[in-house]
């Protein structure tokens, strides 16, 4: 199985993001979710799935963010278009991302909080990490399940998966002083509560990418390479 993820400069495209502009927010938050190209669902597939992570905020908060999680997704789908998340265009359910937590202030709207929330690096450029499973069954999950529910379920019904670490830039948000101000306060207190808190998740191994010669800079995942990275380094180990 493969995925595809366009960037420009080798980065996730402005508008997905923390510099996306304000009709693409919600109350702050970066609500556009961008569009994946899937290739070489095997045979015998029943749904599709997906994560979107930050394993980069380990060491600013001691913990993976969540910024996407869907499931349920119709086998045959090609493409998750732009904006699926938001839209309801792709049928699929939704799971919680890290924004619901008291770490991140609380939020409640399922608008924000069961959906795609955009990358939102505080300190640096970090790479997130997409992953897409194949699975032979329908998940059962409700909206706003969470991660580990997600991945309990998955156990024993991974058929192939393909990763792609999309890099999202750190530089100055767009807007007024007041606002960039008032963005990067927030951003700080948010990993500022989130080392006080006891809320580490246990490091996944990132899987590595191909980049596919083109136009624009477009991430290939594939999911075969993906495995044979993955028993490399994990060979001699539990993995988790």
Same mark, same amino acid.
């Given at each position: ?28 938050h ?10 070489d ?15 980069? =905020? ?7 963010? *969540? #910024?996407?999680? !869907?499931?349920?997704?119709? %086998? /045959?789908? $090609? ?24 770490? =991140? ?7 924000? *909080? #069961?959906?795609? !929330?955009?990358?939102?690096? %505080? /300190?640096? $450029? ?50 007024s ?17 989130a ?30 390479a993906?495995r ?13």
């Amino acid at each position: 199985m493969r995925i595809f993820v366009g960037l420009d400069n080798g980065l996730l495209p402005d508008r997905f993001g923390k510099h996306a502009p304000e009709a693409y927010q919600l109350d702050g938050h970066p609500v556009r979710s961008f569009p994946i190209e899937i290739a070489d669902v095997p045979e015998g597939a029943r749904t599709l799935a997906l994560t979107f992570l930050d394993y980069d =905020a380990v060491p600013v908060g001691g913990f993976c963010w *969540i #910024h996407w999680l !869907a499931c349920d997704i119709a %086998p /045959d789908t $090609t493409l998750v278009p732009e904006n699926a998340s938001a839209s309801g265009e792709l049928a699929c359910v939704q799971g919680s991302n890290s924004d619901w937590s008291p770490l =991140a202030g609380s939020h409640t709207d399922p608008r924000i *909080i #069961h959906r795609y !929330a955009g990358p939102y690096p %505080p /300190d640096k $450029t970090h790479d997130y990490t997409l992953t897409v499973y194949a699975l032979d069954c329908e998940l059962g999950l409700s909206e706003g399940y969470f991660l580990n529910e997600f991945r309990r379920a998955v156990r024993g019904h991974v058929l192939d998966e393909a990763s792609l670490e999309l890099p999202a830039a750190h530089r100055e948000a767009r807007g007024s002083r007041s606002h960039r101000a008032s963005a990067r306060t927030y951003i700080c207190s948010r990993f500022a509560r989130a080392r006080a808190g006891n809320h580490a998740f246990s490091e996944i191994a990132r899987d590595r990418i191909l980049l596919r010669a083109s136009a624009k800079p477009v991430l290939e995942g594939d999911g075969r390479a993906v495995r044979r990275a993955r028993a490399a380094r994990h060979r001699g180990t539990h993995g988790v």
